[in-house]
């Protein structure tokens, strides 16, 4: 079974639309993060979320929207698309918030491509 | 405020030799410090982590680090590179004083290995 499972694996998509990626953990952890990587594999933390409260908000153009229906699901919305959004997004999970020395368990990510 | 620094952000090395991956970190208060590894295509995965106790940890795939207060690093190393190793490394800190939400994370370093 797959710990932490995000959809879809790739997205290609037009400027100005708008698109969700799911995200789900079966791990029964408290916290979930939404990271963004971009070409040059910089990891930006976007979101995260401790049992489906929202803890940290980074600044990110609020184009994007996570939600979370419970504590094992993280979506993210995204409108308007813009070419400068490509990236590939990562779902993460821990045992509880940071800062701890509880890791983070990574999906394997969503390659967004706009164009 | 926590930073990390990772030398190195390409290190190429022969199939057998060893591997030293340089991580140096910022901190003011005690850190824990993570190794991670991106495979090509996938999320990161763990390596290694120091909490407390013995500075050198062991991790998976024949890595292991040693946490040096005084050097303010934590190099991650393995005796002998195989090719399956080539990916992207990370390294990670945390601080343990509850002031931090998040991880602070170096650039990452790419791992080659030569035949």
């Known amino acids: 079974d797959t710990a932490v499972s995000q959809t879809p694996k790739y997205l290609v998509t037009q400027m100005g639309n708008d698109k969700s990626i799911k995200c789900e953990q079966n791990?029964?952890?408290?916290?979930m993060y939404w990271y963004k990587q971009d070409s040059k594999k910089f990891l930006k933390i976007m979101f995260s979320?401790?049992?489906?409260?929202?803890?940290i908000n980074e600044t990110v153009p609020n184009r994007f929207s996570p939600k979370s229906p419970d504590k094992a699901h993280l979506n993210l919305h995204i409108n308007s698309l813009e070419l400068g959004d490509s990236a590939v997004y990562f779902c993460?999970?821990?045992?509880?918030?940071?800062?701890?020395?509880?890791?983070?368990?990574f999906g394997n990510g969503t390659r967004l491509t706009v164009t | 405020a926590q930073s990390v620094t990772q030398l190195g952000s390409h290190v190429s090395v022969s199939e057998g030799a060893l591997v030293l991956l340089r991580c140096n970190y910022s901190?003011?208060?005690?850190?824990?410090l993570f190794w991670y590894v991106q495979y090509p295509n996938q999320g990161l995965q763990l390596l290694l982590k120091?909490?407390?106790?013995a500075t050198l940890v062991k991790g998976i795939n024949g890595f292991e680090a040693e946490f040096k207060k005084s050097e303010t690093s934590f190099h991650l190393t393995k005796p002998s590179a195989h090719m399956s190793d080539a990916a992207e490394y990370f390294c990670?800190?945390?601080?343990?004083?509850?002031?931090?939400?998040?991880?602070?994370w170096g650039l990452g370093t790419s791992l080659a290995v030569n035949p």
């Open positions: 901190s003011s208060v005690p850190p824990y």
């Open positions: 979320y401790n049992n489906k409260e929202l803890i």
């Open positions: 791990l029964g952890h408290d916290t």
């Open positions: 990670a800190v945390s601080d343990n004083a509850g002031n931090n939400r998040k991880l602070i």
């Open positions: 120091y909490t407390t106790g």
């Open positions: 993460a999970s821990s045992q509880v918030l940071q800062p701890s020395n509880s890791p983070l368990h």
